[in-house]
């Protein structure tokens, strides 16, 4: 049964920083390319960040290019979003997924398994 647990989210001030995780079960994180959503109320999920089972150079969208940092470790069944800087527009539930397959993509509708989103909120 392939599961993502999506932790680390929390209320914190502007220019603060968190630490999102997912944490995979039930499949190898080495042949999945995980992805990074968000969605804001009243808005549609977006792509944040997406990182290739292979490939070295993950996906940032131009909105947290330079605060935001993926990262993957595969001996731990673990992708992590490191987020820096925090505005109030980071406020949004963030979900991360799962693709089969070696690319990522930046479109939600590619991902075939979705964790429970954790909500972040920054206060102005």
């Known amino acids: 049964d392939v599961q993502l647990q999506a932790s680390g989210g929390g209320l914190v001030q502007t220019g603060g920083s968190l630490r999102l995780s997912c944490a995979v079960s039930g499949f190898t994180l080495d042949d999945f390319a995980i992805g990074w959503f968000r969605q804001a109320l009243g808005k549609e999920r977006e792509g944040v960040s997406c990182i290739s089972s292979s490939d070295p150079s993950p996906y940032y969208a131009d909105s947290v290019k330079g605060r935001f940092t993926i990262s993957r470790d595969n001996a731990k069944n673990t992708v992590y979003l490191q987020m820096n800087s925090l505005k109030p527009e980071d406020t949004a539930v963030y979900y991360c997924?799962?693709?089969?397959?070696?690319?990522?993509?930046?479109?939600?509708?590619?991902?075939?398994?979705w964790g429970q989103g954790t909500q972040v909120t920054v206060s102005s």
């Open positions: 997924a799962a693709r089969s397959g070696s690319d990522y993509s930046i479109l939600a509708t590619n991902y075939d398994h």
